[in-house]
């Protein structure tokens, strides 16, 4: 029973989800919530009400993110809970306290709006910032996608070593020859699970608990079952990984940075997204493509791309103009604090 238990775990981890309501006096069913939720946290056909829906065995599909909240016309969504991992190798230690921006230590006395002009422009970007996922069909002028560029450029990193490679990617059969090739790897990930509208035999249960079972603890990270709820969105949105984004920046590290050149590779990200921000353009963070990209089998396309060592790309960002509001105060989990 003990084994039935701990492997059942591994497949499908004891996880808390937030509650999603959708008020259906307020909701005008335009569908940007399902639009923009990362995973497939909701099911919606034009015309209909979005429904909060689950994934496979598990109740909800939602990492309480608050961009369905951010991006909702009406404000028809509440969200009330949290998300954490209770057991298994993605176990998380948030601690389920969830909470809007409070930087000045107000403690809820103040509303966000009601403090935002004793923040810097800095601190507004930062809490203001949203993921974006609904893109205009624009393409970014050159001279802005420069300027991002510049950011990253500037970006601190361990003895100054700069390991970094950008290729950006406006041509958009090429973006999607990518989309299609990395869905393909993908989709064999997400068979693995249940879908939601998934039964599957007892015996491929038990194979395929045993295989998540396993690489899931040679490869925390890589079998994570939230990204899958994520290849599932995907897949099911005709495999607009990139959400049909006109520019892409992949940011490679050169892998004999010193120290960490993963580290420095975000941080010279995040310049980059608070610079497309600062400059009204709305960003997300791709990396469900990078794994896939970084395999064997895409050794021709990364030959197309420019991708050989020393590089090997880290993430990408999907950039454009933002299509309605985007951006908006969340409320956040609470992570541990030592003070020494
Ligand atoms: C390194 C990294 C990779 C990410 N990859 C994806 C991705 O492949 N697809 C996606 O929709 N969002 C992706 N995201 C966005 C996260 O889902 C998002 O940052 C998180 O849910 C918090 O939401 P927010 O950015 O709106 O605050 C990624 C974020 C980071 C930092
Ligand atoms: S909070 Fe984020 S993950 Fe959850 S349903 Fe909304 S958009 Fe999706
Ligand atoms: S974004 Fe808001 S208004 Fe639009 S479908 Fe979702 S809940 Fe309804």
């Not at 829906?53 to 509440?78: M, R, S």
């Amino acid at each position: 029973m003990f084994l039935f238990n701990s492997l059942r775990k591994a497949y499908f981890p004891e996880t808390d989800f937030p509650e999603r309501h959708v008020d259906k006096e307020k909701c005008s069913k335009c569908g940007r919530c399902y639009e923009t939720c990362p995973t497939h946290g909701y099911r919606w056909r034009k015309g209909d009400f979005p429904e909060p829906v689950g994934y496979g065995e598990f109740k909800a599909a939602c990492l309480n993110c608050g961009n369905c909240i951010a991006v909702c016309p009406t404000d028809a969504i509440t969200i009330n809970g949290s998300y954490s991992v209770k057991s298994g190798r993605y176990q998380n230690y948030l601690l389920k306290k969830v909470s809007p921006p409070d930087p000045l230590g107000l403690k809820g006395k103040k509303q966000y709006k009601d403090f935002k002009e004793n923040l810097s422009k800095v601190e507004q970007a930062i809490y203001s910032r949203r993921s974006n996922r609904l893109f205009k069909d624009k393409q970014v002028p050159k001279h802005l996608i420069e300027r991002i560029l510049e950011a990253g450029r500037f970006a601190p990193s361990a003895g100054n070593c700069q390991p970094y490679k950008f290729i950006v990617i406006t041509d958009q059969q090429i973006i999607r020859e990518y989309e299609m090739r990395s869905m393909k790897i993908l989709k064999q990930y997400k068979d693995l699970y249940l879908d939601t509208e998934g039964n599957r035999p007892w015996w491929k249960r038990i194979l395929v608990m045993a295989m998540i079972t396993f690489s899931s603890w040679i490869m925390v990270n890589k079998v994570d079952p939230r990204p899958i709820t994520a290849m599932h969105k995907a897949y099911k949105n005709n495999e607009k990984i990139h959400f049909n984004a006109p520019t892409v920046i992949m940011v490679l590290k050169d892998k004999r940075g010193i120290s960490n050149p993963d580290l420095d590779a975000g941080i010279c990200a995040q310049n980059m997204v608070l610079a497309a921000h600062s400059l009204g353009l709305g960003t997300c963070y791709i990396s469900l493509s990078i794994t896939p990209l970084n395999y064997p089998i895409m050794r021709s396309f990364r030959k197309k791309l420019g991708i050989s060592y020393p590089y090997e790309a880290v993430t990408s960002i999907a950039i454009g103009y933002p299509k309605g509001k985007i951006d908006g105060i969340v409320k956040r989990d609470t992570p541990p604090v030592a003070w020494i």
